[in-house]
């Protein structure tokens, strides 16, 4: 019978199917941070185990940390008592148990799903957990990857496994060639508004088609990280000669064990005729830079339509309406017609190297507009930190009047210093628009690193081509 890529990876790891109905899978790989595995180690704690197997087990402090912090910058540094805890409790924790990580002081520390990657930790064929939704990142490089819960975090520790129901397969189709200007996080977006953010609901996303495999990991990526604005648990794409590029220039396998690797990856891809649930295409070459106009990542226009009017007849128009009053927009109005305060550009969507020179390339020369407040540029770790400054990315942002900052999670979301104000409104790269998300009562638009790019130069949202 034939499989999809989600099949061969799932019968894989099974190892039984329990009274339930659910299925305990084994786990390849497992990343920590702060916020999540606190009570994870506590339970550990209380029923007296240790972690299963240690080398499956990586992290790094990422979404509380401060992004301004200097070569004496320690834990002692960090101001909310709850951040500095969570912290200094991972520090505790993995030199207890022995779980390897990258600390606050590291160069290799960073967002948990940009150093996985670079560091040779996320390799082709792998099942991976992290109490992070955005794990799905990972499903890049053609592995089954998804967030877990605090609950699971302590169950992978101790085990090695997971309890799980297989999920549904879906196919999205990306063809075409995208026009000047249009990036994967236009094109992830574009799907979002068009299945909603219910539409991947009980599924792993498979993304294939002439657009995929024309592109980089890094693009990839960025796909895969926002299947789960879709409502999907996974996001796949099948490893190619792209993805063993990129695992040869990065991996810590030595050459013996890439080759035998490679002809193992190479089986891992949907059989000809599998069968989906569900199967989506998209002509990307139609597609305009897209931007968020409202609170959910699926209320979406290109970037010079018009709101949607909540007057219109539709079942979404009390949202649409609550969503128009927190953002502060009206109807008939553009999203070039609005002013922005500040520019995020980061997160685990969008802080790769990849991500930056894009971003530099639109700046380049030029300067932050005087109705930006702030401007801040977060690279997701200290490798691609590391990269952009040897490249002179940084003094690229910092002429144009940008803050150059340390790796972190920063203003994704609001639980480190980098926040929006009330009422504030930012043009940003990351992955989710929520009410209060970057700040309370700030106003978020989810965006493309070059556009996001743009607004800081001229104050507002504009044509890229």
């Known amino acids: 019978m034939p499989k999809t890529l989600y099949d061969k990876l799932w019968e894989e790891h099974h190892i039984c199917e329990l009274d339930s109905g659910e299925s305990l899978i084994y786990i390849d790989r497992h990343f920590l941070h702060e916020v999540t595995s606190p009570q994870a180690f506590e339970g550990l704690d209380q029923k007296n185990l240790v972690p299963w197997r240690l080398g499956a087990n990586i992290a790094t402090p990422d979404h509380n940390v401060p992004t301004s912090r200097g070569d004496s910058f320690n834990t002692d540094n960090i101001l909310d008592e709850i951040s500095k805890i969570q912290v200094v409790e991972l520090d505790k924790n993995c030199n207890k148990f022995g779980i390897k990580q990258f600390d606050i002081k590291s160069s290799n520390q960073g967002i948990v799903h940009v150093i996985g990657p670079e560091l040779g930790y996320t390799i082709p064929g792998m099942t991976i957990v992290c109490g992070d939704s955005h794990t799905s990142t990972h499903g890049a ?98 490893p190619d000669e792209t993805t063993f590029n990129y695992v040869r220039e990065h991996s810590f396998l030595d050459k013996d064990m890439l080759a035998e690797a490679v002809d193992y990856w190479k089986t891992l891809k949907s059989d000809e005729d599998a069968v989906y649930g569900k199967k989506v295409k998209i002509d990307v070459s139609d597609i305009k830079p897209q931007i968020t106009w409202g609170t959910s990542p699926e209320m979406v226009i290109d970037f010079d339509e018009i709101i949607p009017s909540s007057k219109t007849p539709s079942k979404n128009s009390k949202n649409i309406e609550l969503a128009k009053k927190y953002m502060g927009v009206e109807d008939n109005q553009k999203l070039s017609d609005l002013k922005f305060d500040k520019v995020f550009i980061g997160s685990c969507t969008n802080s790769r190297i990849e991500d930056l020179r894009e971003a530099a390339n639109v700046i380049s020369g030029k300067t932050v507009s005087n109705d930006i407040i702030e401007a801040i540029v977060v690279p997701g770790s200290g490798a691609v930190k590391s990269e952009a400054e040897s490249e002179g990315l940084d003094k690229i942002f910092t002429a144009a009047g940008f803050i150059w900052k340390d790796p972190g999670c920063s203003m994704c979301l609001g639980m480190n210093p980098d926040q929006l104000k009330p009422y504030e409104r930012c043009a940003s790269t990351s992955n989710r628009n929520f009410e209060g998300r970057q700040g309370n009562m700030g106003r978020t638009h989810l965006m493309s690193p070059a556009m996001a790019a743009h607004v800081a130069i001229h104050g507002k949202v504009g044509d890229l081509s």
Do not use: W
């Open 141 to 238: 490089f053609g592995c089954l990857a998804m967030g877990i819960g605090t609950s699971e975090v302590e169950h992978v520790l101790a085990t090695q496994t997971l309890k799980i129901s297989k999920l549904k397969n879906m196919q999205v189709i990306f063809d075409g060639k995208p026009k000047a200007g249009v990036s994967s996080k236009d094109i992830v977006l574009f799907m979002i508004k068009k299945i909603g953010t219910a539409g991947g609901n009980g599924h792993a996303i498979e993304f294939t088609g002439s657009y995929i495999d024309s592109i980089s990991m890094e693009a990839r990526m960025t796909i895969c990280n926002m299947a789960i604005e879709a409502g999907a648990k996974v996001g796949l794409v099948a």
